[in-house]
């Protein structure tokens, strides 16, 4: 199972992405699906989640702002990206897990996470 993130870039405040999280290898209808972020020098971070049955979950510090959503047909996960600022200048990750234990923030706890995508460079700046 090979999990592909993309999407990223330069941008400037106030403007938006899409990230694209892709699933090759196998089927990702099963599979809760996290975004993660790092940032320089800081650690990872959840930043949104989403279940198998399309329960969604998100960061104080992206709620209003940041969208999940996923498309089984085509096997991918995006995150909608809105009022990007430069504190979310990160590296973003996907990630894929069987289980579903997403509430009480346990989505964003990255251990439980079998599958990590390589990272997809998101940067804010003026």
């Known amino acids: 199972v090979q999990l592909q993130a993309s999407g990223g870039g330069l941008v400037q405040p106030g403007s938006s992405l899409r990230l694209s999280c892709a699933m090759s290898?196998?089927?990702?209808?099963?599979?809760?699906i996290g975004w993660f972020r790092q940032a320089p020098e800081k650690e990872r971070d959840g930043v949104s989640c989403?279940?198998?049955?399309?329960?969604?979950y998100y960061a104080d510090s992206v709620r209003g702002r940041f969208t999940i959503s996923r498309d089984n047909a085509k096997n991918t996960v995006y995150l909608q990206m809105n009022n990007l600022k430069p504190e979310d200048t990160a590296v973003y990750y996907c990630?894929?897990?069987?289980?579903?234990?997403?509430?009480?923030?346990?989505?964003?706890?990255?251990?439980?996470?079998?599958?990590w995508g390589q990272g997809t460079l998101v940067t804010v700046s003026a």
């Open positions: 990630a894929a897990q069987l289980d579903q234990l997403l509430e009480y923030g346990l989505g964003f706890e990255d251990h439980r996470y079998d599958y």
């Open positions: 290898g196998d089927t990702l209808d099963d599979d809760a």
């Open positions: 989403i279940s198998d049955d399309y329960r969604t």
